[in-house]
C-alpha cells in the first residue's frame, strides 16, 4: 500500500504542547499520532493507529502461538461481580463509576478478573475443560490522581489483559510459563529491552508475580538485582533479618537529656558529645508514625520501628499495608495520641514497655525485621527533651509483628543468597501473576477433577498496556529532530521522498513506490508539490519510519539516496538496487 | 490456520436464554458467540470475535477504497464541545454521564460529531487540505430505556461512523456520494439486500439523509415506496396537500348535539343519523392534544388537528416536534386548560373561533396539510356533547401552522409525483447524512478559500451498526438447527467433523484441514473424540458455517461427504476432490 502525504491526515506540529511533559508525549502530538481529548485521554490519528495495530498484531500473534484465545469484554460492566471481590470499593477514586438511567451502577472496567472468573464459570464445569487461557486487547479506564506524560499513564488505555484457568497448581504453573515466555518473544520482537523482576503478589492473594521492566535511567520504579541472577522490585524485596543475639550482659538501658534533638542526625550528634563510644545513625531506632485509611473508612495509627540509617518508603509501606492507604500521621493524629510525642517517641519509657502491645495502647507498633532480640538501641524515651540508650529489643520492648516498609539500598543483602544487590530503575512494560483461588473463590469457579470431586479453579492474570509500550517504544527512539520506531513497529516500512524542481525525481519516486507497493511493502510517499526540501526532511525525521528514500539531485540519471533514519547514514544508488535492498531485509 | 474443537473455547446450549426476544440474540448465545454481561451489554466469545473481525475488515477495506482514513477517538469525552452543540442536553436520557474525580463532567460518546469538527479545526486550515473524510471504527454508548433485541439494540455497541469536511456544497455532495457508493458495496459484500430511502435530516440542520434499510416483515421501521421509485421512511414522507377550495356558497357552521360521542366512529356513526347525506371518518376533523417537554423543561400543550381517519403517528411526531419530548396529554395536562374539553374539541365555538392563535389562547394549533382552505368539517364545538358540521378551514377558523404527523396509509400519494405509496418494514442498516454546517458553525471550524476569505465548513456524517449489522446478519441466515452465515462473514471458512469409531476418520479428517490450511483456509475441526456424530453435527448446525466436511463412514477408502448447511445437499467425494472444491472459489 502506497499513503501519499498529501492526502494523508497529518499536520506536523513545530511547537511542543503546553502540557507535555516526557519527549514520547511531547513528539507524538508534534508528529501528528496522537491528540489530547482530556487528561489522560487521547485520540488516535492514522499515524498513531497504524503504530498501535502493528503491536497489537504482534502481540496477537504471540497470545494465539501459547495457546489464549480471544475474547472481547465490555468496557462498561455491572457493580456486582465487582462488588463480589471487594474490589468495587478497593480500587477507590481510580474506579470511575457511573449509574444508569434507572439507577443500576455500573463501572467503565479497570480490568476483567471478575468477568473472566464468571464467564468460564457460565461455560465450563470438567477439568476436561482446562487448562484454558483466555486474553482480549481492549480499552481499560483508571481515574488516575494526575494523569501524565502522555500515554505513559492514561486513564483511557488499550491493554492486553489475559487469564488462565487450571484446577492444579502444576497447571497453574504451566500457563503461567507459557504466558512468561510469550513476553519475552513479544519484546524481543517489539526490540525492547526487558529485565525480569519478582513483584509483590501481596493483596491479590497470589503466589507468584513478576514483572517486566525495561531498565533506563527515567524509570518510574525501582527494582535491585544481583550478579547472582536475583531481581525484584522494591516492593517485592524482603530484608535478611540477623540472627538474634543473647541478652546476657547486655547493660540496662540508660536514660539521657537530648534536649530539641528531633532529627535522627542531632540526635547522633549529641549522643556523640555525652555519651562513650562513636555512633551512627544505624545505631538510633526510629520510630515512624503513619497514619492507615482503612477500607471501611477507619483511620488508625501505626508507629514503625526501624534502624535510624533508613528511611520508610512509600511504596514498600503502600504494598505492605494494602489495601489499606498509607501516609504519614499529621499534628491532629498525634494530638490524639498523648502518648506519642513527636521527635522523642520509642517503644519504652522510664515507667516500662509503651508501645508494641496494640491491645493495651490502642497503635500497632511494627518493627523492621533488622530489629532482632538482642540488638541494642538509642531511641526516644516518651518524654519531651529525653531519649535512651541501651534499649534492647526482646528485653526492655516488644513489637506487634515485622513489616517490610525500610528503603532498599546497594549493598543490602539479596534474600536468596546471591549476594548485595544494586539498585536500578526501569519502566514497567508486562506483568505475569498467578492469582491462585482468590477469585475463583470470591466468584465460585470450581469444577469436577479426575475424581469427581468439584475443586476451585486457579487463575493466573497477565497484562501488557499496549498504549503504554507505544508510549515507551517512542520515548527510547527518538532523537533531538523526531521519532526513530523500530521496523517492526513503524507506521510505514518506507518513507520516500520526491524533491526538487521539474518532474524527474517525482517520476522516479513514483515508479519506486510502484515497486515497492508490488513487493508488498508498507509505503509513505511526500508527493506535495509545494512543500520545500526542508519542509519533507524536517517533517520525514519527526514522523520517524525508520528507512528513507529521497529522489531529488540525481534522479534524472536514475539514482536516488537511502536514508538510514537512526545512524543518518546515507547512500547515493540506482533505483533498482534501492528496491532490491529495501525488500530484501 | 485450524482451530480444533476441542481446544475452542465455545459451549453450545441446548436452552434459550431467558431474555432472548428474537431468533438473532437467542442463537448467538446458544451457539458461543456471545455473552450477556448486562442489559444491552455483551462480552464476545471467539466465534463472535471472529465474525466481527471479518464483517470490521469488509467495512475497513471499503472505507479505505473511497479515501476515508481511520482514526479512533476515545469512549470517554469530556462534557464541553457536546454542551456547544447542545447535545449533552438534547441527548436526555440516552447519554451516559459521569464524573471524574475532580468533579468534572464526563460522557461515553454515543457518536463524535464535535470530537471530530474539532479535531480538523485543530489541525486544517485550508481548503486545500479538503476533502477530507475520517471514519473510526469504536464501541459507542447509549443508555436506552428498553436495551432488547440482544446486539439489534444494545447500550454497548460497535460502530462504523466516518466524517466528511468540505468547503463547498458541491465538494459535500461528491464525498457524500463516495460514501453511499462505499456503503452500496460494503452491503453487497456482507450479502444485505437493501432498500435507500429518504430520511429525515430535520433536528440536524441538514440538507440530505437517507437511511438504507433491510426490507423484512419483522423490520422495525416503516417505510414507503414507490413503482416509480421513490422511498422514504414515515418520518421522511411529507404529505401532498390539495389545492385550496373556494369558501363561496359554503353553508355556516351549524351546532348539533352529540351526547357521547367521544370518539371518532361514534361521532360518524351519530352524525350519519341525524344529518342528511353519508359521512365517513375523512370527514370529521380529529383534534389530538399533545404534551411537550422542551429541553428546558418547560411543558407545552400542543393540539393537532387532523382528518379523523388519520392517527398520530408516533415517530413522525417525534421527529416533528423534536428536540421536545412528545407525549400524549394527560388528564392533569387538560386539567390545567378548561378550554379543552376532551371528546369536543375543535378550532371553533358558536362564541367564534377557538383555536388556531396562541398568542390569545397561549395553546399551539397545528393543522395537517390536508387541511387546506375551503375544506369543510364536522367537529367539537368546545362544549360538552356537542359537535358542529360544516366548518370550513380558513373562513371559520385558522391555525398556528402545519405539522407532518399524520399516519401514512398504502395509496397516499408520493410527494415526488411518482404514483400511489406502499407501506413496507426493515431494519435500519445504515445511515449517509448531509449535516451542513451546523456542527462547523457550532464549534467554529472555517478554512480560506481561493480568495482568502474564511468559510464555514460542511460536514457530513456515515454510520454503519457493525454489532447491529451482525446481528441482523444473523437473524437472516438462520433455520431451525441454527446459524448459517454468508461465507463473507462465516467465522470458519470450512466446518471439518470427524465421527466414528476408529482412527481411519480422524487420519482423513487431519490431512484434509492440513491440506486446506496449506490453501489458507480458516477450518474449524471437531476433533473431539468422545463427543457423538449427533452432538457433533448439532454443534455443527447451531455454529452455522456454511461449509461442512464430514470424514466418516467412507473414510476407509478416502472418501469424505461435502455439506452444503444452506441447501442440505450432500455428496461423497475424494479426498482429493474435496479440497479442490473447497479450496476454488
Redesign the interface.
Known sequence: MVTRLS?????TLREDPAEAEVASHRLLVRA?YI?R??AG??????LG?RVKARIERIIREEMTAA?A??????????REPYEATGRWDEYG?LL???Q??KG?D?L?APTHEE?FTL?VK???NSYKDLP?T?FQIQ?K?R?E?RPRAGLLRG??FTMKDAYSFDHTDEGLDRSYTAQRDAYERIFRRLGLEYVIVQADAGAMGGSRSEEFLHPTPVGEDTFVRTEGGYAANVEAFTTTAPEPIPFDGLPDPVVFDSPGTTTIQTLVDHANEVLDGERTAADTLKNVVLALTHLDGTREIVVVGLPGDRDVDAKRAEVAFAPAEVEPATEEDLARHPLLVRGFIGPWSPQGPMLGEESATGIRYLLDPRVVDGTSWITGANELDKHVHGLVAGRDFASDGFVEVASVRDGDPAPDGSGPVALARGMEIGHVFQLGRKYAEALGLKVLDENGKLVTVTMGSYGIGVTRILAIIAELSHDDRGLIWPETVSPFDVHVVATGKGDDAYRLAEQLVADLEAARLDVLYDDRPKASPGVKFGDAELIGVPRLVVAGRGAADGQVELWDRRTGDREVVSLADAVTRLTSR
Chains 1, 2 share one sequence.
Open positions: 492526502h494523508l491526515f497529518v499536520r501528528g491528540r481529548q482530556a485521554v487521547f485520540a488516535w490519528l492514522p493507529l495457546g484465545q480471544e475474547v472481547h469484554f465490555p468496557a462498561l460492566m455491572p477514586d470511575f463509576r457511573l444508569d438511567r443500576g455500573y467503565l468477568a464467564l457460565d461455560l465450563y484454558l483466555l480499552d479506564y481515574d490522581a486513564r483511557e
